[in-house]
């Protein structure tokens, strides 16, 4: 039997998200329609991981919700005070952080064209405030 859902989501692991990202993927309606992958530092993994393997570990999830799965797009989703990128205090200011998790999230999505040029690739970056309240941005 073929299951087919809309995308795959890579967003960090950091339990932080975990009713945002719901609530996130319920306004999308993407809800039961995408496949969830949670990884620490989410696009980190493409473009500096400290493990080679990370690299490989999320192409092949992306490999496997394509075949398995026939999605259509990739969301990317990193956040501020990551713990992967030493939180917000390993930046000058917070102009330095959204920077930084841009061009890694730019530079993983042409990671994944390359291998999967067929795949719409999306970008969103979800901003914790010092409260802990979260807010995600849909850059690209």
């Known amino acids: 039997m073929s299951h087919h859902c809309k995308a795959l989501i890579i967003h960090c692991m950091d339990f932080r998200f975990g009713e945002a990202i719901k609530n996130w993927l319920v306004e999308k309606h993407l809800l039961n329609d995408c496949d969830i992958v949670s990884l620490a530092g989410a696009a980190k993994g493409l473009v500096s991981p400290k493990?080679?393997?990370e690299t490989d570990?999320?192409?092949r999830q992306i490999e496997i919700s394509t075949s398995?799965?026939?999605i259509s797009e990739v969301i990317l989703m990193n956040h501020t005070d990551c713990g992967a990128y030493g939180g917000r205090d390993a930046f000058e200011?917070?102009?330095a952080e959204y920077n930084q998790h841009l061009g890694d999230m730019r530079l993983a999505k042409e990671?994944?064209?390359a291998k999967?040029?067929?795949?719409k690739v999306k970008i969103d970056l979800a901003k914790i405030n010092p409260l802990g309240q979260i807010a995600i941005e849909e850059v690209e």
């Not at 999967?116 to 795949?119: A, E, G, K, Q």
């Open 111 to 113: 990671k994944i064209l």
């Open 116 to 119: 999967f040029p067929d795949l």
């Open 57 to 59: 570990v999320i192409l």
């Open 93 to 95: 200011s917070s102009e």
């Open 68 to 70: 398995l799965h026939h």
């Open 51 to 53: 493990n080679p393997a």
